[in-house]
Structures are given as structure tokens and as C-alpha cells.
T-cell receptor
Framework: ETGVTQSPTHLIKTRGQQVTLRCSSQ?????VSWYQQALGQGPQFIFQ???????GRGNFPPRFSGLQFPNYSSELNVNALELDDSALYLC????????????FGPGTRLTVL | AQTVTQSQPEMSVQEAETVTLSCTYD???????LFWYKQPPSRQMILVIR??????QNATENRFSVNFQKAAKSFSLKISDSQLGDAAMYFC???????????FGDGTTLTVKP
């Protein structure tokens, strides 16, 4: 069974650019959540996707958007990057929205210069 | 709104000893779930233990146990017989819907001394 994978591992962007981060959920999982983890802080919930529909959103501006595909993989898109967007972005999958366990990927480290 | 507070930024323990990590939370919901996660230096977050708020019995997973005090909104993690591999950042998290919409604390860095 393949776990949650994320790509790329690291990337560097400049302020104002756009970025797309990718996540492949664990086999059989139809729910994906995205989190932002700034240095020295805990993860903050960005949004969740369930069966290709957004299923809840945290306190993040609209320039943070997402997609979930029929195979349940997911993308996080961030437009007009700001310096404060520099963080570790974590993806987590679970078998459903009523399931009380989530499985995390290794994360993507985004640096905005 | 729900909040999670971990008041111990850093803790250390001697190998084979016991350590307790503290967590307090606030929520207006009567039914919710609490979690402890471990994030080793390699970054991949893993679930250590979870507790359903409606269950009075404290959860236990091998060397890991919790002390859940619902009235006090306290959820501490006890690690017994600490091992070098327990060294990591530990996060307390809360969710009233599903695990994927959790609110996390800012973590406690645990150092295990040989």
C-alpha cells in the first residue's frame, strides 16, 4: 500500500509568482486536507476536499485554491505569492469525512524570496 | 472558534524515564476528538494517539497514554520508558468534525537524553 506522497519536496519562488503543489493520497482515500506549517508553529488548516468538492476551508484568502481529481489526487495553488507564504505545506488523506484518522505526506517546503 | 495551547515549547527526558506533555484546548462543542501527533526531524507527521471526548476512559497505545480532563479542557500525553526514537516535535490537535479539519497547537520539542 502506497502512502501519501507530495511533490516537489522543495521549491523556491519569488514574490508575486504562482505555485502549484501536488499530493497523491493513500490508496482508497477519497478525502484530502491541506495544511500550512510556518517555521516553529503547528499546522494550520487551509481546506479539505472530498470526492472532488471543497468540504470546508480555514482562514486563508482566496488566492489559496485547490483541486481534487477523480483519482483523488489533489493540487494546492497559491497565486500572488507573499513572503509570509514561506512554509511547509502538508497534505493529509483519509478514507472519508467521518473517519478520525488522517495520514500525512512528507510535505513541500516553499520558500518565497 | 476552537483553540489549542501547548505551554511547553521544549521538554527533555532521560532515556527509560517518563515524561508528560501538556495541552489545553477550548471549544464550544460537546462532542469532539483530540489527537497527539509526532513529527520527527524527517517531517512526516504520524498519529500517536486519539481520544473521543464522549469516552471517559483515557486512551492508551503501548507506552503512550493520555490524561483527558474534559471539564478542565486538558489533554496531556504521557510517554513511559522513553526511547531515543521518541525524540520529535509533538503536536496536540482538536477537531469537532473530522480529523482532516483539525486545529493544532504550536508543538513541544521533546529531547531524549541517553
Amino acid at each position: 500500500e502506497t502512502g501519501v506522497t507530495q511533490s516537489p519536496t522543495h521549491l523556491i519562488k519569488t514574490r508575486g509568482q504562482q505555485v502549484t503543489l501536488r499530493c497523491s493520497s493513500q490508496s482508497g482515500h477519497n478525502t484530502v486536507s491541506w495544511y500550512q506549517q510556518a517555521l516553529g508553529q503547528g499546522p494550520q488548516f487551509i481546506f479539505q476536499y472530498y470526492r472532488e468538492e471543497e468540504n470546508g476551508r480555514g482562514n486563508f484568502p482566496p488566492r489559496f485554491s485547490g483541486l481534487q481529481f477523480p483519482n483523488y489526487s489533489s493540487e494546492l495553488n497559491v497565486n500572488a505569492l507573499e513572503l509570509d507564504d514561506s512554509a511547509l505545506y502538508l497534505c493529509a488523506s483519509s478514507p472519508g469525512t467521518s473517519y478520525n484518522e488522517q495520514f500525512f505526506g512528507p510535505g513541500t517546503r516553499l520558500t518565497v524570496l | 472558534a476552537q483553540t489549542v495551547t501547548q505551554s511547553q515549547p521544549e521538554m527533555s527526558v532521560q532515556e527509560a524515564e517518563t515524561v508528560t506533555l501538556s495541552c489545553t484546548y477550548d471549544t464550544s462543542e460537546s462532542d469532539y476528538y483530540l489527537f497527539w501527533y509526532k513529527q520527527p526531524p524527517s517531517r512526516q507527521m504520524i498519529l500517536v494517539i486519539r481520544q473521543e471526548a464522549y469516552k471517559q476512559q483515557n486512551a492508551t497505545e503501548n507506552r503512550f497514554s493520555v490524561n483527558f480532563q474534559k471539564a478542565a479542557k486538558s489533554f496531556s500525553l504521557k510517554i513511559s520508558d522513553s526511547q531515543l526514537g521518541d525524540a520529535a516535535m509533538y503536536f496536540c490537535a482538536l477537531s469537532w468534525t473530522n480529523a482532516g479539519k483539525s486545529t493544532f497547537g504550536d508543538g513541544t520539542t521533546l529531547t531524549v537524553k541517553p
